[in-house]
């Protein structure tokens, strides 16, 4: 994700970093390689003009040049500016992010309609928005009012039902808008706080399309106007983001495909010219790769700085607080088993690609390559851990030589690779005790660092 745009600028505030104090040619030179790295990452001209100008105003004032630390005065204006073009930080009435979707109290029904081109993600990311909404303690309906598109409604209902949200559509309807206002009478009768709309797509804007939203529009009068656009696109769904919210109106915008886009053109170029911020992204195909937003977050991950919040949140969606302490307890006193091991690999799995994971870790981001990642062994672990029975989960030390011949074969692998997990289990096992240990005692955590930095220096 950004990868290419974190190391151009990363190379570019090089230049300054470091150094005691910085002349105008440090600025400039700065300045002009993040230009190019703005470019190349399919900026909009008009926001990389705005960008450079404003920054080298900023970075030549006499509070810059005179600071302590100017090469990290530098990048805070870096992030600051960065944080400003993707997007506003400031908090509303109930001091809650700008980000965030603007929807009634849970007593009266909210109307959010999902806009977009065919092909952009739009039913994809309806269903996802559902599930984030049941999470949050609300309760969505899915509306089907993609009429065109064959097949719109079927995968909206598989996709409700994936997620245990139900789905209202009709087969073989005609208008929109008589859909809706039945799903509006259903929602009513069923206590639903909020309805997600599916709307139509063409391949391009066109009037007939335009016109079917304007009038599902004036009779839904939706809290929230969401484009879909792709983000793999780059300008064009800026284009297209600024198109349909002079014909349509939008309140927001998700870009979809984030993971794989790794110029950040549309992010970057979003806020600048529609004014409307970019209120969600999608990470991956699973209905929980689905994440709110964050302006500040995002421009720490473009500099290199990681975004550990992000990733703490993530890890609390899927971890228990009282699962992780009976499992701290169990490291501490070496009950840590194959059973507990498996558990973890799921865990992590929830959370995301690892990839998506370490660009979160500061200073990891473009220092390890997807192709870095062994992501077959952690099949075979998951396959090997997944072929044992509880018995031998519980207790590794039964798993004999005609055991691990069952287990290989049950999982495709070898029965040396069964054996090569199991010793990799026992160390990590000891070393987690001797981990856990440490965080108890800190003079103990010390003083076997030290002996680790001896021994490396030798």
């Known amino acids: 994700m950004l990868d290419k745009l974190t190391q151009k600028i990363s190379d570019a505030l090089r230049i300054v970093s470091g150094k005691a104090t910085i002349t105008e040619k440090n600025i400039d030179d700065a300045v002009e390689a993040i230009k190019m790295a703005l470019l190349e990452a399919d900026v909009n001209l008009r926001v990389v003009r705005r960008f450079v100008n404003s920054t080298i105003e900023e970075a030549k004032g006499e509070k810059v040049l005179r600071s302590v630390d100017p090469g990290q005065q530098f990048v805070k204006i870096i992030h600051d500016k960065l944080t400003g073009y993707l997007g506003d930080t400031t908090l509303n009435a109930n001091g809650r992010s700008a980000q965030e979707l603007q929807l009634k109290g849970p007593d009266t029904i909210s109307v959010i309609l999902m806009l977009g081109l065919q092909g952009s993600g739009k039913t994809t990311s309806s269903a996802k928005l559902a599930l984030r909404l049941k999470k949050e303690g609300r ?257 590794h030390l039964i798993i004999g030589p005609s055991r691990r011949s069952r287990i290989a074969r049950g999982s495709g692998t070898s029965v040396s690779e069964v054996g090569r997990l199991l010793k990799k289990f026992e160390k990590m096992r000891t070393m987690m005790k001797k981990m856990s240990k440490m965080s108890r005692n800190p003079a103990a955590a010390q003083s076997m660092f030290s002996k680790m930095g001896q021994f490396q220096g030798r």
């Open 139 to 395: 309760k969505p309906l899915l509306v089907a009012c993609d009429l065109v598109r064959p097949a719109a409604m079927e995968q909206l209902a598989v996709l409700g039902n994936q997620i245990g949200v139900p789905v209202y559509k009709e087969d073989g309807a005609k208008d929109s808008v008589k859909v809706f206002k039945e799903a509006w009478n259903y929602a009513g009768k069923n206590l639903i706080d909020t309805i997600i709309v599916d709307t139509t797509g063409r391949l391009q804007i066109d009037e007939p399309m335009m016109e079917e939203l304007s009038r599902l529009k004036n009779a839904a009068k939706p809290d929230e106007l969401l484009l879909v656009a792709d983000s793999m696109t780059g300008q064009s769904a800026v284009d297209i983001a600024k198109t349909f919210d002079e014909k349509i109106g939008l309140t927001g915008v998700i870009l979809t495909k984030f993971d794989s886009d790794t110029r950040g053109g549309a992010a970057l170029s979003l806020k600048t010219v529609t004014g409307k911020p970019l209120k969600f992204v999608g990470t991956g195909e699973k209905p929980e790769d689905f994440e709110l937003f964050h302006p500040e977050r995002m421009a720490s991950r473009i500099l290199g700085m990681g975004d550990v919040v992000t990733l703490v949140e993530k890890a609390q969606e899927v971890i228990d607080q009282k699962e992780a302490e009976e499992l701290r307890k169990k490291m501490e006193k070496e009950n840590f088993t194959l059973e507990d091991w498996l558990g973890q690999l799921r865990s992590m799995k929830k959370m995301g690609s690892l990839q998506s994971m370490l660009e979160m870790i500061p200073g990891m981001a473009g220092q390890i390559s997807e192709e870095d990642i062994d992501k077959a062994e952690l099949k075979y672990q998951e396959a090997i851990l997944s072929s044992m029975t509880r018995k031998e989960r519980a207790n």
